[in-house]
């Protein structure tokens, strides 16, 4: 596998900040190239051979305003058994229902912007509904749980501008902890 050059934007940059737009259709052939050279990258991040050769972070999502581009699509690249990986391509997402239950993940969530340790729980809804449009254009729905109903929520934010960072009380990083489920 040749690693895709992509320039990911560090949680400085104020790019970051904007809101994605609403994606039309048919794809342009650059955004259809963008999604593939994410999975490419995502998915060599979780291989330990590449991420040791290239000296990768392992990620398992990535929104487009990552690398500057401020349009309603984000990548999840879940590796399901040893090597063997399933995409999400999650084009103008939107939350239909959720959980009442909240989660965090135990370990901290991570971000490939964010290039430093930050401690501390975000809470996200242990489940949800999501509506959205596949490469095609297609309109579809999904039902998350868990570390996806996580990771979707993690790069919804990122269309909206927001990093998980900015959910930490830096104050008191483990606020109302009790009030959720640790995954
Ligand atoms: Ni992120």
């Known amino acids: 596998m040749k690693l895709p050059d992509l320039k ?35 998915t060599m991040s979780q291989i330990e051979e590449y991420s040791e050769k290239y000296d990768l972070r392992p990620g398992m999502g990535l929104a487009f305003i990552q690398l500057g581009i401020p349009k309603n699509i984000f990548v999840i690249v879940e590796e399901v058994d040893k090597g063997e990986f399933e995409n999400y391509i999650i084009i103008n997402p939107k939350m239909l229902s959720h959980s ?8 901290g969530e991570g971000c490939l ?14 489940r949800m509904r999501v509506q ?3 490469m095609e254009g297609n309109t579809k729905e999904i ?41």
């Open 113 to 126: 912007s964010v290039n430093r340790e930050v401690c501390g729980i975000v809470p996200r809804y242990a």
């Open 100 to 107: 009442e239950e909240l989660i965090y993940v135990g370990e």
């Open 143 to 183: 039902r998350v749980r868990e570390d996806i109903s996580v990771a979707f929520q993690h790069e919804m934010d990122h269309l909206n501008g927001i990093l998980f960072v900015d959910k930490i009380d830096p104050k008191n990083p483990f606020k109302d902890k009790e009030k959720m489920r640790e995954i």
């Open 8 to 42: 990911i934007l560090d949680e400085k940059n104020k790019t970051l900040r904007k809101i994605s737009n609403e994606v039309t259709f048919p794809l342009s052939k650059e955004d259809k190239k963008t999604i593939e050279d994410i999975i490419t990258y995502l």
């Open 132 to 134: 959205y449009q596949d």
